[in-house]
């Protein structure tokens, strides 16, 4: 996928999440009390799950978690799997959600953690 000719123009705002329109994707969120939203766009096709090098600091909606004391090894590299695996084991349940998101921001060594649940009805 070559994100570097991704154009932005006005979507249709009714129809909500991500939806394809012939050739587009259009993108639709209600976010109340917030000032931005950001999509984030991946390969699909290289199937490669990122890996996070300990030490990092973790972040939740709750704010930072002190996770020192859990096990993690110096050096080792883990993937979001495997870290919301750990965070779990510690009752951190908010890390059993059906959507994982971790996104590393590399000039602070932080992970940002969010997850979302899909329930009917």
């Known amino acids: 996928m070559d994100i570097t000719n991704i154009k932005i123009t006005r979507g249709n705002p009714l129809i909500m999440g991500a939806s394809v329109i012939g050739n587009k994707v259009n993108f639709a969120i209600t976010a109340k009390?917030?000032?931005q939203c950001k999509v984030i766009?991946?390969?699909r096709e290289t199937g490669k799950?990122?890996?996070f090098k300990y030490p990092f600091a973790?972040?939740?909606n709750g704010g930072c978690v002190d996770i020192r004391e859990f096990g993690f090894e110096d050096g080792k590299e883990y993937t979001g799997n495997e870290i919301a695996k750990i965070m779990l084991q510690h009752?951190?349940?908010e890390f059993s959600a059906e959507r994982k998101s971790f996104k590393y921001f590399k000039e602070?060594?932080?992970i940002?953690?969010?997850g979302a649940d899909f329930k009917k009805g």
């Open 33 to 35: 009390n917030t000032s």
């Open 41 to 43: 766009l991946y390969d």
């Open 49 to 51: 799950e990122e890996k």
């Open 58 to 60: 973790l972040y939740t």
């Open 91 to 93: 009752k951190f349940y």
């Open 108 to 110: 602070d060594n932080v």
């Open 112 to 114: 940002y953690y969010s």
